[in-house]
Nanobody, 116 residues
Framework: QVQLVESGGGLVQAGGSLRLSCAAS????????MGWYRQAPGKQRELVAL???????NYADSVKGRFTISRDNAKNTVYLQMNSLKPEDTALYYC??????????WGQGTQVTVSS
């Protein structure tokens, strides 16, 4: 019911920055939590950051102090500002939403590659 489209991924050198965007459409009226996950080759998908409808945030320890999640409810968009990128941040980044009935939607993913 919710369609998610990520953008902003790319290739960047270590220490650089990227800003990911995820625009939601469809049955957006019930979206509660929006977040970002990532999956690197050979690794499990992990939570990077999330933000609730009330603006509370949570971050993986590995990205605290470097990444910032935000959302624009008027635009139905969630952002992930990624600074001081490291090669270990290289992964496919997925946008995620959860509605008030705990139903989850996923985007197709956007690739982030950080060169060393």
């Amino acid at each position: 019911q919710v369609q998610l489209v990520e953008s902003g991924g790319g290739l960047v050198q270590a220490g650089g920055s990227l800003r990911l965007s995820c625009a939601a459409s469809g049955s957006i009226f019930s979206i509660d939590v929006m977040g970002w996950y990532r999956q690197a080759p050979g690794k499990q998908r992990e939570l990077v950051a999330l933000i609730t409808s009330g603006g509370n945030t949570n971050y993986a320890d590995s990205v605290k102090g470097r990444f910032t999640i935000s959302r624009d409810n008027a635009k139905n968009t969630v952002y992930l500002q990624m600074n001081s990128l490291k090669p270990e941040d290289t992964a496919l980044y997925y946008c995620n939403t959860r509605n008030i009935w705990s139903q989850v939607s996923w985007g197709q993913g956007t690739q982030v590659t950080v060169s060393s």
